[in-house]
């Protein structure tokens, strides 16, 4: 079963925005770390930001610093992507994912994404040119 319920995905013109959120129990909260994956169409699944959850220590692959901010509220065990000046090529499913352990790094890359476990279901964005 989705331990990870995202939401706030759509469609939108280039040099929008749209906001992403997942939320998770609360033992997976507990593990430290959440981060963001995304697959295009006919690409392999990439790294976009993470966060730990102590601390707020965030991690951003280049091709989104500067356009896309993660945050969390811990209260809610809830993660957030503020995707601005989005361009067609952020276009693709979104997931959001944790780590099985406490997690000691935190980094949404393809070389550490066997790091992280727990999956969400994925939610389409899609940015028209």
């Known amino acids: 079963a989705q331990v990870l319920r995202e939401s706030g995905g759509g469609s939108v013109q280039a040099g929008g925005s749209l906001r992403l959120s997942c939320v998770g129990p609360?033992?997976?909260?507990?593990?430290?770390?959440m981060g963001w994956f995304r697959q295009a169409p006919g690409k392999e699944r990439e790294g976009v930001a993470s966060?730990?959850?102590?601390?707020?220590?965030?991690y951003y692959a280049d091709s989104v610093k500067g356009r896309f901010t993660i945050s969390r509220d811990n209260d809610k065990n809830t993660v957030y992507l503020q995707m601005n000046s989005l361009e067609p090529d952020d276009t693709a499913i979104y997931y959001c994912?944790?780590?099985?352990?406490?997690?000691?790094?935190?980094?949404?890359?393809?070389?550490?994404?066997?790091?992280?476990?727990?999956w969400g279901q994925g939610i389409q964005v899609t940015v028209s040119s």
């Open positions: 994912a944790a780590p099985s352990e406490i997690a000691e790094r935190c980094i949404a890359d393809t070389s550490t994404e066997g790091d992280f476990t727990y």
């Open positions: 609360g033992y997976i909260w507990r593990r430290n770390c």
């Open positions: 966060i730990f959850t102590i601390g707020g220590v965030t």
